[in-house]
């Protein structure tokens, strides 16, 4: 099964809904109301917890302990196409992004987590 997951950190002046948010994300766009993420250091934790992964310009490839995902980000979000990863990864992966103020959006359920 596949999944699609953006994670964002949003500032105390987000006035876009989520749905917009990953649209203009998902294009490529600038959103307003979402701060950059230390783009750099978030690879490194999910390198560090996912060590079954290569990376190319601009693509994270990682196995899970079944499935495997893809990672893609701008300054602005972190993106991850999830192939049949057991619900333990998908828990450590965004157990990771919180750990930078990141939310995460399901596209698949059409819904916004905040960050806790």
């Known amino acids: 099964m596949s999944q699609l997951f953006a994670f964002w950190k ?4 987000l006035i876009l809904q989520p ?3 990953f649209q203009l994300l998902f294009y490529g766009e600038d959103a307003e109301g979402i701060a950059d993420l230390p783009i750099h250091e978030i690879i ?3 390198k ?3 060590p079954q992964h290569e990376e190319k310009p601009g693509l994270l490839s990682v196995r899970g ?4 995902f893809d990672a893609t980000w701008s300054w602005q979000h972190f993106r991850v196409e999830a192939h049949d990863l057991v619900a333990a990864d998908v828990q450590q992966l965004m157990s990771i992004l919180r750990q930078f103020g990141c939310g995460v959006y399901d596209s698949q359920a059409n819904s916004w987590t905040p960050p806790s």
């Open 10 to 13: 949003p500032q105390s002046d």
């Open 19 to 21: 749905q917009a948010i």
């Open 44 to 46: 490194a934790a999910v």
């Open 48 to 50: 560090q917890e996912f």
């Open 65 to 68: 302990a079944v499935g495997h």
